[in-house]
């Protein structure tokens, strides 16, 4: 049984859909661009076996994927704009490279974390090995 023919990707235009399932949530894929959804969601029900329920879920997918409603390629457009216009409005502001500021100092704090716990293991270690050979000559 071939699968049947989708509606084209919303995003790419793309043909090649396919549905994929995983962790029980059942989305069909475009395969070009990689978009997915509507993800169906169809709990294993008394009575169904898993593979009953696959097939439930899979058509849910394709039910949810006909079904959509495509936000026009002009709206789209339009939201882009505004994105791009919201974006270059916070680019060179002071606030902007104090929080810039800001990323890098965690970023540091962190590689100083990383470095200071590898150097507590050391001294564990160093001190274990202390008290190892301390007992040894302790032994009698
Ligand atoms: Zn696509």
């Known amino acids: 049984m071939s699968a049947p023919e989708l509606k084209p990707c919303p995003f790419c235009e793309g043909r090649d859909i396919r549905w994929t399932s995983d962790k029980g949530i059942t989305v069909n894929k475009c395969l070009n661009c990689h978009a997915q959804g509507p993800v169906a969601r169809w709990d294993l029900h008394h009575g169904s076996s898993a593979a009953e329920t696959m097939h439930m879920r899979r058509d849910e997918a394709q039910r949810l994927w006909e079904t959509r409603a495509d936000i026009p390629a002009a709206r789209i457009a339009e939201l882009?704009?505004?994105?791009?216009?919201?974006?270059?409005?916070?680019?060179?502001?002071?606030?902007?490279?104090?929080?810039?500021?800001?990323?890098?100092?965690?970023?540091?704090?962190?590689?100083?974390?990383?470095?200071?716990?590898?150097?507590?293991?050391?001294?564990?270690?160093?001190?274990?090995?202390?008290?190892?050979?301390?007992?040894?000559?302790?032994?009698p």
Request: hydrophobic share 35%.
């Open 80 to 139: 882009e704009a505004e994105v791009k216009r919201l974006l270059d409005a916070i680019a060179d502001t002071p606030e902007r490279s104090r929080i810039e500021e800001l990323e890098h100092q965690a970023d540091r704090d962190t590689d100083r974390i990383h470095d200071l716990s590898d150097e507590v293991e050391r001294l564990r270690e160093a001190n274990a090995e202390l008290r190892a050979a301390l007992n040894k000559d302790a032994t």
